[in-house]
């Protein structure tokens, strides 16, 4: 019987470690890693509408946003500098892991629609700027420097420190796709032909 205690008992201090590592999302060990950070797996529960692709119909988008603030090097950058165009917004941390992986979708998105009157922005956000920094180089786009996370809470209905988030604004600056946690292959360019589509 003890060896039967001592079993079920490693199980269960198994299971209490397994389920706090499942649960720490993109917690990292960076400046910022102690932030409560939310993070949605690409394979969350198709019941919580809040969780995957949304596509909003034009006739029900809410009034325009501004989303804006200064890359690390103190350049400005604003969507109310974009007037007319479809920008993308992708909210990611150096640290998060799925952030990390979904970039090559975002940047070849980005080549394939750079003519097209569309621009991609990125929010690096809760994120220390010297891990960020070989990312943000290597980037066929300019980043939000958000390491409080302030311009990341400022994007309607994306789940406070929610990482990665994307937010895809029309030509008229409303929300009118809201991806809650990692893009998928395909999402960013389908949405995009939609709303390029879509009368000026």
């Known amino acids: 019987m003890t060896g039967h205690r001592v079993a079920i008992r490693c199980v269960a201090v198994m299971g ?15 400046l910022y890693a102690d932030a409560p950070v939310v993070t949605i797996p690409a394979t969350a529960p198709a ?11 034009p006739d029900e988008r809410e009034d325009a946003i501004v989303i804006a603030g200064e890359t690390l090097n103190g350049t400005p950058l604003s969507t109310q500098d974009l007037a007319g165009d479809i920008v993308v917004i992708n909210a990611w941390a150096s640290w998060c892991p799925p952030c990390i992986e979904e970039l090559p979708l975002l940047e070849s998105a980005a080549k394939a629609f750079a003519d097209r ?6 929010v690096n956000s809760l994120d220390d700027p010297i891990a960020a920094a070989g990312l943000l180089a290597s980037s066929v786009y300019p980043s939000i420097d958000d390491r409080d996370g302030r311009v990341l809470a400022t994007i309607p209905d994306v789940p406070p420190r929610s990482l990665p988030s994307t937010v895809i604004l029309d ?7 809201r991806i809650i946690g990692p893009v998928k292959p395909g ?11 879509e009368p000026a």
């Open 16 to 30: 209490a470690a397994l389920a706090s590592l499942l649960t720490s999302g993109c917690a990292g060990s960076g």
């Open 47 to 57: 019941i919580n509408p809040a969780v995957g692709l949304t596509v909003i119909p």
């Open 117 to 122: 009157g569309v621009v991609f922005i990125g």
């Open 171 to 177: 030509a008229q600056g409303r929300v009118a796709v």
């Open 187 to 197: 999402q960013i360019e389908g949405a995009l032909e939609l709303l390029v589509a």
